[in-house]
C-alpha cells in the first residue's frame, strides 16, 4: 500500500463521515426535519453499517 492509500482513523474523521453517511440516507429516504427518526432506525432501513466498522472491515 501507498502512504496515500491509507489515513488515520481519528475518532473525530469516523464522526465527520458518520454525519455525511447520515444527511446523505436522509436525502434517499426523503425524511424531513419534522419527521424525526433516530441514526439507529436509519441503518436498519438502508442496512448501513456504522461508518466505524465499515472502516474497520476495509
Not at 18 to 36: A, E, G, S, Y
Not at 41 to 54: P, T
Request: glycine content about 2%; aromatic content about 6%; proline content about 0%.
Amino acid at each position: 500500500m501507498y502512504g496515500a492509500e491509507t489515513w488515520r482513523t481519528t475518532a473525530t474523521i469516523v464522526k465527520k463521515v458518520q454525519v455525511v453517511i447520515n444527511n446523505c440516507l436522509r436525502k434517499i429516504l426523503i425524511v424531513r426535519w419534522l419527521d424525526t427518526i433516530s441514526n439507529n432506525l436509519l441503518w436498519e432501513r438502508k442496512n448501513q453499517l456504522l461508518a466505524e466498522e465499515e472502516v474497520k472491515e476495509r
